[in-house]
């Protein structure tokens, strides 16, 4: 990873979705092979900090621009995810199965917002304008999920 040019990308979304002046973020590269993940933060909304930490050594995802918008909207919209999770966790009685399910869906639909969100900032401001397809290079095909299957004849 060109860690000049994902400061330069980092520093350019800073500045096109508000985040600064009125957060103080940083970008910390993460050289650890065995990280999972691309991209990552960590965040103290009480005190507007946060780091974003992306993956040098070992990206899953090709379009590293991609992944830092990524990870910047999910600090836009850490608020309204805290809300939100605090209402589940305050409704649903603890590890319940209707916790469980409120909670996975809740996530998924806010992964599915902040990267419909980071597709549309990439297609207007992007230097590279190509979606990584990482994910999808690791899930099984469509044959793959029906191989085995018992035929319903």
Excluded at 35 to 61: E, H, S, Y
Excluded at 84 to 113: G, K, M, V, W
Excluded at 128 to 153: A, H, P, T
């Amino acid at each position: 990873m060109d860690k000049t040019l994902a400061q330069s990308l980092f520093d350019k979304y800073c500045k096109k979705l508000r985040l600064t002046p009125s957060w103080d973020v940083r970008l910390e590269f993460v050289d650890d092979p065995s990280w999972p993940k691309t991209g990552d933060f960590k965040i103290d909304c009480d005190d507007r900090k946060a780091i974003l930490m992306l993956n040098a050594v070992n990206p899953k995802q090709e379009n590293i621009e991609e992944v830092i918008i990524h990870e910047l909207m999910h600090i836009k919209m850490y608020p309204l995810d805290q809300v939100t999770e605090s209402l589940i966790l305050s409704t649903f009685p603890e590890e319940s199965p209707a916790q469980d399910f409120a909670y996975r869906q809740f996530y998924n639909a806010l992964e599915q917002t902040v990267e419909e969100l980071a597709k549309c900032f990439l297609l207007e401001f992007g230097d590279n304008k190509d979606f990584s397809y990482g994910r999808c290079q690791r899930m099984k095909s469509f044959n793959d999920l029906y191989d085995g299957l018992n035929s319903i004849e």
